[in-house]
């Protein structure tokens, strides 16, 4: 554990989100000072509490959006001993984006732009972006590494991380004193093991696995497959799981390679993932496995705009950023698991 007068501070933005909390407990437990700005637009507070049941320590949190951006410089101008940022924070629902495209285009790019401009008026050195997989669209060639073009958008959610990553490489290029790394995630899931935080999408769930959850715990009467007659093993769409906590660790070990200056170059982007694909048929059989109940699914038509099948390749990630996902499928659906029961626990009895 780092001394007190060595701990260096790192901005979290969005960190009060699924991924944003998970990577605040391990840069907490790495020894990092956390300061979290999220508009809890799709978080809660109650994510504050399980990082600091987890952690022992509550993180400095200020409750704004990035797009105010006078809230902004006023926060960069009291805080000027912070030594990096990484950018959670998002519009994120890619059905919600193909309704609301102003809003997506909006609040992901001038978010961005914001924090770059004060990064750069302010000199904190060092950015580490959430992107997604999205940017590559459904690949020519399996598995998919960092060289695989980028194509066309399927969503404008999808398109703010491709304009976003352009953004950025523009500014670093622009500004050598900064230096950043987008994370391609593929799809994230599970909880931390304690239950204390975890997936809580606002209102009914886009992605897989809290649906599945959700349906288990008798939120949702059933899961719909969308769709089981793709060119698959078993007819269902193959996406790369990743436990949200590999993911987590995967954020220490970059903003750590800028930090440590093992960077190559000012712009580096990484694909985060297990290099593994599992169905959507796989996925519900891990769940009955691990939480020892029958789902209850039914195969609808397809959901317009899913890649058939996108896995990644990690040989990238393992070797130069030092990183590799260590946790298997059910483990992944275990924990969403005890998180969801934990979770509705927690309201009923403090109801
Ligand atoms: C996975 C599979 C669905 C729900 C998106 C974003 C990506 C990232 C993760 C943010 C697909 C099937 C789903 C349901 C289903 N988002 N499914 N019934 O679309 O791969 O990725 O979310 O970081 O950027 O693009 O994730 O969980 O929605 O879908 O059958 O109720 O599950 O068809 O095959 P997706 P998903």
Redo the contacts with the bound molecule.
Sequence with gaps: MKSTTQKKKILVTGGTGYIGSHTCVELIQSGYDVVIIDDQSNSTSASLKGIEKITGTRPEFHPFNLCESSHLDSFFKSHQTLQGVIHFAAF?A?GESVEKPLAYYRNNLISLMNLLEMMTKYEVPHLVFSS???VYGQPDELPVTEQAPIKKAASPY?NTKQICEEIIEDTLNANPGLQGISLR?F??IGAHESGLIGELPAGTP????P?ITQTAIGLRSS????GNDYDTPDG??I?DYIHVVDLAKAHVRAIERLLEKQNKTEYEYFNLGTGKGSS?MEIIQSFERTSGQKLNYEIVAR?SG?VVKIYADTQYANQELGWKAHKGLDEMTESAWNWEKKYRERQSTSK
């Design positions: 994120k890619v997604s997989c999205t999808g995630y799809n994230p886009n992605n897989l696995m649906f899961l719909k497959v969308f269902t769409c996406r959507v959901r899913d």
